[in-house]
């Protein structure tokens, strides 16, 4: 049996796309972040040293990483409908993605959640325009342009696909829809700037599987 230890508002919720995807059976062993610190709970820990979501067991098999666990699913259960043919350029772009997206697109994503957080942070108020300044300043010099480039790139290479890696959905596009749909809740796409990015998120959205495994997740906050 596989089962999906599922930490709610976060990267596991993809997870469990794939899975609606492709059809299979399995459980959901749900976990809530600390109200507080937002952390994962220490109870993860006892599946995998790290601690962090998503993990998926498969028998005795314990797999963490997203784009790994992606990657087994669509290779082991599949049937070839989720990884193209290593023969063609669609193979390289499904690898391309799988690794851009934890890669390239979500640590500046990340840092900016940090920088924003350091703006709006109780602390005392003559610390305050030293620790606003450092945080724009990363902004404005290099956060904020990476999200820029990164994000224009992405609306160019979607100009005239669907999908990122063929005419149909591979574990690519599972692996990348987790940073584009934050990116929309957020306001870092927006459909006057990134139409295509936006369209994109919305095709995710409108598929069964994906509204399935919305129900069987529970609380998602996109951003």
Known sequence: MLTLHHLNNSRSQRILWLLEELGLDYQIQHYQRDSK???????????HPLGKSPLLTDGDKVLAESGAIIHYLC??????????AESGDEHEAYHYWLHFAEG???????????????????????IRPVARKIADK?????????????????EQQLEGRQWLAGHQPTGADIQMSFPLE??????????????????????????????????????????
């Open 138 to 154: 990363a902004m404005k010099s290099f956060i904020g342009p990476n999200l820029k480039n990164n994000f224009a790139f992405v």
């Open 37 to 47: 610190t937002m952390l994962a709970p220490d109870s993860l820990k006892a599946v």
């Open 182 to 223: 934050a990116a929309v809740a957020r306001g870092l796409a927006e459909e006057q700037t990134h139409p295509n990015i936006c369209a994109y998120v919305a095709q995710i959205h409108s598929r069964e599987a994906y509204q399935k495994a919305l129900k069987a997740g529970g609380e998602y906050a996109y951003a």
């Open 104 to 126: 390239s697109l979500m640590p500046p994503m990340l840092l900016k959640l940090v920088m924003d957080k350091v703006r709006t942070s109780p602390m005392p108020f003559f």
């Open 75 to 84: 290779s082991r259960y599949g049937k070839q409908d989720w990884i193209p």
